[in-house]
């Protein structure tokens, strides 16, 4: 339903989304946050700990960022995942003990694991849980996937759609960002690799990612998830140095990023 304030709507529909996941996995106990919209390139979103202070100096706040760009070629669960990660580096900020700078630690990856979201080097079973650069995914029926169908059984939606979105989805690496410190910026991302949706996610999904209508391929180091293009075919060794020359795969085309 539109409305004549799209500020106060949009900005409305994350806060409650936000307020939603705070009492269902995290207690209630998380403080709130300012949640803001950024267009940064290739990114979904990001925290930054103590980003904003307020005029008089006596308060600061905490940032979650979500990019709007791909609001319209994405599924609906991918934005509320985008917003559960960024809670969950809020989390640690105050009740935890952030790793260095972008490092995810054990005390990080067991916090995603309890409340549903698998960490994973690859974005997918058998990757390492931290890391410098690190994915997630859906725990089939873990608490993320348990309450967002009862978040979306409610109506629950976003309403306003960039009409200008990137051209072809697919060919763009999408990334959470962690800026852990307002005093520590960079345009360091992690990188959020394409996995197959669980079964859960049938009945969730807004807007398929439109399929690579080119003759080139999509290829991933199995080892650190860095992507390139090229023709079918193509062997691939990763010149990385800590992947050894590991061998790129092919990726699927159409497969939601994660």
Request: charge should be neutral; hydrophobic fraction near 35%.
């Amino acid at each position: 339903m539109k409305t004549d304030n799209p500020t106060f709507q949009s900005y409305s529909e994350l806060q409650a989304a936000f307020d939603f996941y705070n009492q269902r996995l995290f207690d209630g106990a998380l403080p709130r946050c300012l949640i803001t919209f950024q267009r940064k390139k290739s990114t979904y979103g990001y925290f930054s700990s103590r980003r904003f202070v307020s005029r008089d100096g006596l308060s600061t706040t905490d940032e979650i960022a979500v990019n709007p760009a791909y609001f319209g070629i994405v599924p609906l669960i991918e934005i509320l995942q985008t917003m559960v990660h960024e809670m969950v580096h809020l989390w640690q900020a105050h009740f935890g003990k952030p790793g260095r700078r972008r490092y995810h630690n054990e005390e990080w990856a067991k916090k995603m694991e309890r409340i549903g979201l698998a960490p994973s080097s690859t974005g997918r079973p058998g990757g390492r849980r931290t890391g410098e650069r690190m994915a997630d995914y859906p725990m089939e029926r873990g608490p993320f996937l348990e309450v967002t169908k009862e978040l979306l059984s409610t109506g629950f939606q976003v309403s306003w759609l960039d009409r200008y979105p990137p051209l072809n989805p697919a060919a763009v690496p999408m990334f959470h960002q962690l800026q852990e410190s307002s005093h520590e910026h960079s345009d360091d991302a992690e990188i959020l690799p394409e996995v197959s949706l669980p079964d859960a996610y049938i009945g969730m999904l807004v807007a398929p990612v439109k399929p690579n209508g080119s003759n080139r391929v999509k290829y991933r180091c199995s080892h650190c998830t860095s992507q390139v293009w090229g023709r079918p075919g193509l062997r691939i060794l990763c010149g990385a140095a800590d992947c050894e020359e590991a061998l790129f795969e092919t990726v699927e085309q159409g497969a939601t990023a994660i």
